[in-house]
């Protein structure tokens, strides 16, 4: 009888343990946050154009309410399956040096420069928040000031 007791004890506190890490303080449960933060919101369109030896590739993303042209480069990548390399651990520091296998020159060289609907970017590309509707064209080539 003792036995049967302390089972149901243990299968009660089980229960309650598990229910207690389902919501949070305001009561909304942690499943139903993550889902709506991992909703898109819209899509982004992404262009690469690595000059006149290659084709451009084009993609349209999903946009959700924290991307930025960072994170809309690396899911157009995910999708099209061309490799992105980056310096920076920090969302705010992202500079890609490689986009499908095409490095960045430096100095006076080539380099990646990236626009957001015809705009140059102004910061890193994980600092940049794009919004639904956005077409980001990353395009490979000599840095000229507008």
């Given at each position: 009888?003792?036995?049967?007791?302390t089972?149901?004890?243990l299968?009660?506190?089980?229960?309650?343990?598990?229910?207690?890490?389902?919501?949070?303080?305001?009561?909304?449960?942690?499943?139903?946050?993550?889902?709506?933060?991992?909703l898109?919101?819209?899509?982004?369109?992404?262009?690469?154009?690595?000059?006149?030896?290659?084709?451009?590739?084009?993609?349209?993303?999903?946009?959700?309410?924290?991307?930025?042209?960072?994170?809309?480069?690396?899911?157009?990548?995910?999708?099209?399956?061309f490799?992105?390399?980056?310096?920076?651990?920090?969302?705010?520091?992202?500079?890609?040096?490689?986009?499908?296998?095409?490095?960045?020159?430096?100095?006076?060289?080539?380099?990646?420069?990236?626009?957001?609907?015809?705009?140059?970017?102004?910061?890193?590309?994980?600092?940049?928040?794009?919004k639904?509707?956005?077409?980001?064209?990353?395009?490979?080539?000599?840095?000229?000031?507008?």
């Amino acid at each position: 009888m003792k036995l049967k007791v302390t089972a149901s004890k243990l299968m009660i506190f089980v229960a309650l343990l598990t229910l207690s890490g389902c919501a949070d303080s305001e009561g909304i449960g942690t499943n139903q946050k993550n889902a709506s933060a991992n909703l898109a919101i819209g899509s982004v369109e992404v262009k690469i154009v690595f000059g006149s030896d290659r084709e451009a590739i084009q993609s349209e993303v999903d946009c959700m309410g924290d991307s930025t042209v960072y994170s809309v480069l690396r899911a157009a990548s995910d999708k099209m399956g061309f490799a992105v390399e980056s310096t920076g651990v920090l969302k705010g520091d992202k500079f890609i040096t490689s986009i499908g296998g095409v490095e960045n020159l430096a100095g006076d060289g080539g380099n990646w420069i990236y626009r957001v609907n015809g705009v140059l970017g102004d910061k890193g590309s994980g600092a940049f928040a794009v919004k639904p509707s956005d077409k980001v064209v990353w395009s490979f080539g000599k840095y000229e000031p507008e």
